[in-house]
């Protein structure tokens, strides 16, 4: 196992070694950076399974047929995933507006008041540690390129970065994470034939399996624990899901005579 281990660190090190290179680093700059979609996924992931399980618990709390929760349950898959998706599109989209809005403030303030605007990128990298000629010359490579000058105003002095991810792809995943993952409550109601024992809880351990594999993804994607990811995703959206259905078992008893 400890051999094992060390040609796996041993394998870890020569690959950063390489990517390291001075060519290979001057690839990997040169090319154009992409914006990730995952936080979009998680995000169309997790709701699509708690907003979808809730319809579940909602409806199996209610008594009705598997063929009616299907119908509702795929009903609030679409139109939800829909909402999310629009809601995730035009939040990106306002979002790259600002970023739009602040860049041409920079670039007319850079026009009107160059001399503050220097003074700004001083001020910025001497609170860095530059001082003396060094500060000196990161002024005057930073403000001798425009793009580069508005670039690192909105950077340090606002705190946006310029690369944003296109609405329409945002979208997309939201949605698409969200009908793939939203879908796996109802599959015990569409093909029972496929499941043993209650449907409900069927979906329940199905909805929880899917929580912690959202999670795990998660993990390994970002480089983190794998388990410890998953066993977060599952807390979280576990919670919330129990919270669904909470209320949807409260507004059964409470009504259940009028239902």
Known sequence: MSNAHDDGLAAQSSRLIQEHRPEAIRRRLAATPEHSHLGDAVLGAIDGCVTTFAVVA?????????????????????????????????????RRQAIETARQIEQRHVDEVPEGEREEVRQIFAAKGFAGQTLDQVVDVITADRALWVDTMLKEELGLHPLTPAPAMAALWTFCAFVACGSIPLLPFLLPQLFVGDAFATSAIATAITFFAIGSVRGRVLGYSAVRSGISTFATGGAAAAVAYLIAAGLRRAFGASL
């Open 58 to 94: 909602g409806a199996s709390g209610g008594g009705f047929s598997h063929a009616v929760i299907v119908v509702l349950g795929a009903a609030n898959l679409v139109a939800d995933g829909l909402s999310m998706a629009v809601g995730n599109y035009q939040a990106t989209r306002t």
